[in-house]
């Protein structure tokens, strides 16, 4: 009786888990569509621009700009940052930086000491310290906004490397459109051979670059501002609402806003600014983690602006599809968990048509689709591409692994559950200090699903059901290689 009782509700979550992933699948096939329509326009834009000694000719045509860079701690990285900003080329007297740091150690004395440093060689520079840290990142952004004598705000997080050129090759472009809201460019890697896990990361960024934002915003979508590495418009930002810190991403949901405001959006991928990958896993999770949550609750947050928006029915699906694009984690744990009990309780459906529809076609799309996506990419910006390509398994399996900690943060963010900004630790070029990460409770449940999808995969082994066995088996190397990693990081310290 339980068992019949149950059955329509394992059915259900199943059906709603399969649907979801067989069209999160699909719309990946839509980005290739999209980014291949406007490929060659992208690249004659890129043929066609200006040089930088071109732009300099501009002089006072070109708009103020300040600098902001965002430090929370982050020793390692901080002097770097702000050295680089500095050697950006600007004509003189229209390029100010802020320093926000809202640093509770050592990092705030050396920030100041660097900072003076280049002030006396005739940099416009200054360091604003917060002790409150209300709104965290977001807050600190505000408060500089409201202090800063640029039309144009640049933002930079302190683990980027901006270029020399890098002013002079974006700026521009709000001189010469007023309706400008925003300017993106691309992240580079500057520690990409780390290991394989910064490797991983690396294909999995270049296709949201490459392949994502081309296909977004050079298709008259609502794109997104990654919150570092791009340029504002700050009469944009005050239109949008300004700085707001209800959900953790709050560069996605202010890129939003201005849009409703009816202000425009440009993605340059042949601007790159190289930043740090990070190579802790723990670091990673807890980075994933917040972009999880923060994309559901801007989600939430805007959905019904989104709806009224005057745009068409497919520039809403997009949006909705962006910004819950992690809501294929809990889809994903979903299958793994009900995988067993289908199999147990459903003897109608030992034939293997019957049991490919409803089992190996959404696994497949949920694995297949996005690798195809980041070959695509690969291929896309580097001669050596099928190398890279190589590592589309065991980015995979570090999407997999992913699902049980992002779904933990899907449901914190349904549930309105408040959580502290938590900024990714970065090792920078000098080791000075090194910051310590809590091992996650989480682990302990991605291991034991581990060998959970483990088990599950031997039954349908036994079952003879092997069209499906490929892909539990990756479902299990993720959930077991992510929590296994953890806790190997966790207490065997790095070597330096």
């Not at 699902?403 to 449901?411: E, H, K, L, P, Q």
């Not at 070029?429 to 989480?442: E, F, G, M, N, T």
């Amino acid at each position: 009786m339980m068992e019949m009782a149950l059955k329509p509700m394992v059915l259900t979550f199943y059906g709603i888990a399969t649907v979801g992933l067989l069209l999160y699948g699909l719309n990946c096939y839509v980005m290739l569509i999209l980014f291949m329509r406007r490929r060659r326009e992208v690249q004659a834009h890129h043929d066609g621009r200006i040089t930088a000694d071109d732009v300099l000719v501009m002089g006072d045509a070109l708009p103020v700009v300040t600098t902001q860079i965002a430090i929370f701690n982050e020793r390692n990285v901080s002097e770097r940052v702000m050295r680089a900003a500095c050697n950006m080329r600007y004509p003189k007297g229209r390029h100010e930086i802020q320093v926000l740091d809202d640093s509770t150690d050592e990092t705030l004395k050396e920030v100041e000491r660097v900072a003076a440093e280049l002030l006396e060689q005739g940099h416009d520079i200054k360091v604003l310290h917060r002790v409150d840290r209300i709104g965290f990142k977001a807050g600190a952004l505000q408060k500089g906004l409201e202090a800063c004598r640029g039309d144009v705000i640049a933002v930079f997080d302190a683990d980027f490397v901006p270029e020399e050129n890098y002013l002079l090759d974006t700026a521009h472009y709000f001189a010469s459109d007023a309706t400008l809201g925003f300017v993106q460019t691309r992240w580079g890697h500057l520690n990409r051979r780390a290991s394989l896990l910064t490797r991983a990361q690396a294909v999995g960024i270049d296709g949201h670059f490459i392949i994502e934002q081309i296909a977004r915003s050079w298709n008259d979508l609502f794109m997104n501002f990654n919150g570092t590495a791009g340029l504002w418009r700050k009469s944009a930002i005050v239109e949008g609402g300004g700085g707001q810190w209800e959900t953790l991403t709050e560069d996605l949901d202010l890129s939003y806003r201005v849009q409703f405001a009816g202000w425009k959006t440009l993605y340059l991928p042949h601007v790159v600014v190289p930043a740090e990958l990070p190579e802790d896993i723990n670091a990673f999770r807890g980075q994933q983690f917040r972009w999880a949550k923060g994309s559901v609750q801007t989600l939430l947050k805007l959905f019904p602006r989104l709806m009224a928006a005057k745009v068409s029915p497919f520039k809403k699906l997009q949006a909705l599809f962006h910004m819950g694009g992690y809501l294929v984690h809990p889809m994903m744990l979903t299958l793994v968990l009900l995988a067993l009990p289908v199999l147990h309780m459903m003897p109608e459906f030992r034939s293997a048509s019957v049991l490919f529809c409803l089992l190996s076609l959404p696994l497949c799309f949920s694995v297949v689709a996005p690798s195809t996506l980041y070959m695509v990419s690969q291929r896309a910006i580097h001669t050596k591409w099928k190398r890279r390509v190589l590592l589309l398994p065991f980015l995979m399996v570090v999407g997999i692994g992913m699902a049980v900690s992002n779904t933990r943060a899907i449901i914190e963010a349904i549930f309105r559950k408040e959580s502290e900004f938590v900024r990714t630790p970065k090792r920078g070029d000098r080791i000075v200090k090194q910051y310590a990460i809590r091992l996650p409770w989480v682990s302990v449940v991605e291991i034991a699903l581990g060998l959970y999808s483990c088990w599950t995969l031997v039954q349908y082994l036994l079952a003879g059901k092997l069209i499906v066995s490929p892909f539990l088996a990756i479902y299990a190397a993720g959930f077991l290689f992510i929590g296994m990693l953890t806790v190997c990081q966790t207490f065997i310290p790095a070597r330096r």
